[in-house]
């Protein structure tokens, strides 16, 4: 059984900082795509950050230069370091599980295992 369990989301201030995990069990974050969604309240589901079977990555217009991901191969775990945070950024963060690919995809509807979420709420 394929299970993920996000932790790092809070509350913090425009222009700060936080840093999510994405524990992975049941599969292997180094053979599958990898990536964090978010969804605020009446919007859809958008891909924020993917990554590969490899390190192959892509990032949405609006994160890139202020987030990162990266993946912890042997502790089997997801990473979102995000930095400059603004209120925008606002959302419940998931976690999830998608192809065997080396190029990784930005659609939601390509991933098959899901994590919880964790919130993010960015105040001016």
């Known amino acids: 059984q394929v299970q993920l369990v996000e932790s790092g989301g809070g509350s913090v201030q425009a222009g700060g900082s936080l840093r999510l995990s994405c524990v992975v069990s049941?599969?292997?974050?180094?053979?599958?795509?990898m990536g964090w969604f978010r969804q605020a309240p009446g919007k859809e589901r958008e891909g924020v950050v993917v990554i590969g079977k490899g390190t192959w990555t892509t990032y949405a217009d609006y994160v890139k230069g202020r987030f990162t991901i990266s993946k912890d191969n042997a502790k089997n775990t997801l990473y979102l370091q995000m930095n400059n945070l603004k209120p925008e950024d606002t959302a419940m963060y998931y976690c999830?599980?998608?192809?065997?690919?080396?190029?990784?995809?930005?659609?939601?509807?390509?991933?098959?295992?899901w994590g919880q979420g964790t919130q993010v709420t960015v105040s001016s």
């Open positions: 999830a599980v998608g192809p065997s690919r080396y190029q990784p995809t930005m659609s939601y509807r390509d991933y098959n295992y």
């Open positions: 049941g599969s292997t974050v180094s053979t599958y795509c």
